[in-house]
């Protein structure tokens, strides 16, 4: 049984496809260019590893077998990422991809993550030589170089770059065949990114949920804003972003929306304002705000907001909820935030809100994943608690206060 990707032979999962495709082992055998022999071996060791007969040998041919099919068809996906990221990059080989081998994919990852080829060594259990080697071949193949050799340390060039993407993706989704059936002992990892907007409430709500059913399911959040997080979603480091959807369609990208978030003016407790009253515009402008960074798309809304008006005094720029929410219960300030990052301190009496959320600040919060990613089964669970907790904010859409209440 094979819970690593790395562990699999890339020709025998080539030659896959082509039993599947041509019912033989001697026609697949030619055309992954090993010997009948050589290949029979290799399915059995294949099979062996993942713990599955993959093909029913009868006398009309080779037919796939429902896992076979699940196997089959993550490999060809597997190969589709690969044969892109190679793409272009030579003129030595028609398909350098197809000369390539575990070994050397594993190498080249381990050095574009680490940085460095004894770092890189150390983290495989390779040795330095065979990393060295392992990386020299790739660029033989591609007639040219990958990394960029400075001192101690390394930098992938562009044709590195579109190489790491497209094998990153496929040993995705070999990885990914591997959860499908099953043998991910001690928990399948769930990668996604975090914006802003998903962090107070929807995102911690849908783990907590998804924990409490599947203990062993494994989290690894990163953190960031759009720009922050789009190339490692198609880098294939996280398969999801969680937080506010772009108003604008992204080609390789597919968003799926779940509700919609307004903007509510937040101020601390005790301040002139804080009630479900509206002052005027005028009124709102005679206090100082806190105003989020330049560029962002909360500071376009603020500024809407007093669009045509002499904007009020901004003292301080700040992106972090923490920080404000402490300047908030310790001045008159006001500033511009999501029900969501400021529902537990309203709850717990330190903050209020000035008015009623402001129907022209309309967000779409959802998912973002790549077009061509096909979920997991745990994958898609957690997606489903992402809707359900998403579903529990619409509910409370016309109060967003008593939102997760029970968390108080």
């Not at 809100?353 to 959802?366: F, M, T």
Request: with cysteine; glycine share 8%.
């Amino acid at each position: 049984m094979a819970a690593n990707p790395f562990d699999l032979n890339l020709r025998h999962l080539r030659a896959v496809l082509a039993i599947q495709e041509n019912g033989s082992i001697s026609a697949a055998a030619e055309i992954v260019s090993l010997s009948q022999p050589a290949l029979t071996q290799g399915l059995a060791k294949l099979e062996r590893q993942l713990g599955y007969a993959l093909f029913e040998r009868r006398s009309g041919g080779m037919v796939t077998t429902p896992v076979g099919v699940i196997v089959a068809e993550r490999v060809r996906a597997a190969i589709d990422h690969l044969a892109a990221g190679a793409k272009g990059l030579t003129r030595v080989f028609a398909n350098p991809d197809r000369l390539m081998t575990m070994t050397q994919l594993r190498a080249f990852l381990a050095l574009a993550e680490a940085g460095s080829f004894i770092a890189a060594a150390q983290n495989t259990g390779l040795s330095h030589t065979a990393v060295h080697r392992a990386v020299g071949d790739l660029e033989q193949m591609i007639g040219g170089e990958l990394v960029e050799r400075r001192g101690r340390g390394v930098w992938l060039n562009p044709a590195g770059k579109k190489l790491a993407r497209g094998t990153r993706l496929a040993i995705g989704e070999i990885a990914a065949a591997i959860a499908d059936l099953g043998f991910e002992a001690s928990g399948e990892l769930i990668a996604f990114g975090a914006l802003p907007l998903s962090r107070p409430f929807l995102v911690p709500a849908a783990m907590a949920k998804m924990a409490a059913e599947l203990p062993l399911a494994r989290f690894e959040v990163i953190e960031g804003s759009w720009r922050e997080l789009v190339e490692p979603l198609r880098d294939g480091r996280i398969d999801l972003i969680v937080g506010a959807l772009r108003p604008f369609d992204v080609t390789d990208l597919y968003q799926l929306p779940l509700y919609e978030d307004r903007l509510v003016i937040a101020v601390g407790s005790q301040h002139p304002l804080a009630g479900p009253e509206m002052p005027s515009l005028e009124t709102l402008a005679s206090y100082p705000w806190i105003v989020a960074p330049a560029n962002t798309p909360l500071r376009a809304q603020w500024e809407k907001l007093f669009e045509g008006r002499a904007l009020p005094p901004t003292p301080i720029e700040c992106g972090s909820v923490m920080i404000i929410g402490r300047l908030l219960t310790d001045g008159n300030f006001l500033t511009l935030l999501s029900p969501d990052q400021v529902a537990l301190q309203i709850r717990s009496g330190l903050l209020a809100r000035v008015g009623a959320p402001l129907e022209d600040s309309k967000r779409l919060i959802g998912i973002t994943t790549r077009r061509s990613w096909r979920p997991t089964a745990v994958q898609r669970r957690f997606i489903e608690k992402v809707e359900e907790v998403a579903a529990t904010i619409k509910s409370t859409e016309a109060d967003p206060d008593r939102r997760g209440s029970s968390w108080v």
